[in-house]
């Protein structure tokens, strides 16, 4: 599993659709239409995508999000960098978490200095700019992956709750 495959999955659930294709998704990505056609063929191996390539195993992505994220793909924040706020100093979290430390992934065009978080896959600023719902879903897998119990468990709410997987 490489990171930009949960970058693909979490692509596809904020599109809310099992139609999508290829090519846009690359673009918006900012990833090339091979490496998303790779990472089609090693999440529907892991079982994370349906056999026809198209569709979300919600469950089994929650399940590898909750358990797994932090394992497999670590991060400890870093020096104060300009950058785009993750994980609890984004939207959602922020609205019910304070801290005096932002989070924040490495960018040029940022507005906020806080600890660098290293994105899961390079282009994650530029595709999260394109994509609101997408930028989300990436926040709250970054409080999974750097968070403390409190930030892990409201992320894992707020991932149930997109994904429609409400208790």
Avoid at 79 to 105: C, I, N
Avoid at 135 to 158: H, P
Wanted: net charge positive.
């Amino acid at each position: 599993m490489k990171p930009q495959d949960v970058v693909l999955l979490l692509k596809i659930v904020s599109m809310d659709t099992s139609k999508w294709n290829q090519k846009p998704v690359s673009e918006e990505l900012c990833v090339s239409q091979s490496e998303i056609s790779e990472s089609v063929a090693r999440l529907k191996f892991a079982g994370l995508l349906a056999p026809d390539g198209k569709s979300v195993m919600k469950m089994s992505l929650m399940e590898f999000l909750e358990h797994g994220i932090k394992y497999v793909f670590p991060e400890k924040p870093g020096a104060v960098v300009r950058g785009m706020p993750t994980s609890h100093s984004a939207y959602p979290l922020k609205d019910e978490l304070s801290s005096t430390e932002d989070y924040v992934w490495p960018h040029a065009k940022g507005t906020v200095r806080g600890h660098a978080i290293s994105p899961l896959y390079k282009s994650v600023p530029d595709a999260a700019k394109k994509d609101a719902s997408l930028y989300e879903l990436l926040t709250l897998v970054d409080a999974l992956r750097v968070g403390r119990v409190r930030e892990r468990q409201l992320a894992c709410m707020y991932l149930k709750r997109r994904l429609r997987l409400e208790e």
